[in-house]
């Protein structure tokens, strides 16, 4: 139980960490006078196949979704869930998904 606990003050610190980071980056880019998004994206594959099956394991989630991308010549499949306004508004999801064993899911300013 100990260990369970740690693991968890572990992922709460990590996860703090990880939001601080992008709350000051979200609030930098708010100076210059434009908006942006906020995703979590939860992972990223090679065939679209992969990322739906993924897309369906959450499908409670809402705004949870599909985009292709293009890097070096080869499409990618990105399972994301947004676009937020408010960084506050992607804890409880971006907790959900980290206690759900999806531990490289991303929160992303576009």
Known sequence: NLVNKSEKTFKKNK???????????VQALKINGKTFKIWIQIASFSNI??????KSKFNSIKNINVKKANFKGKAFYRVRVGPFKKINETKKIYNFLINNGMEGTKI???
Do not use: W
Request: charged share 35%; aromatic share 4%; glycine share 0%.
């Open 15 to 25: 996860l703090d960490a990880h939001i601080d980071k992008v709350q000051k980056r």
């Open 49 to 54: 196949k992969s990322a739906n099956i993924l």
């Open 108 to 110: 992303f300013v576009e």
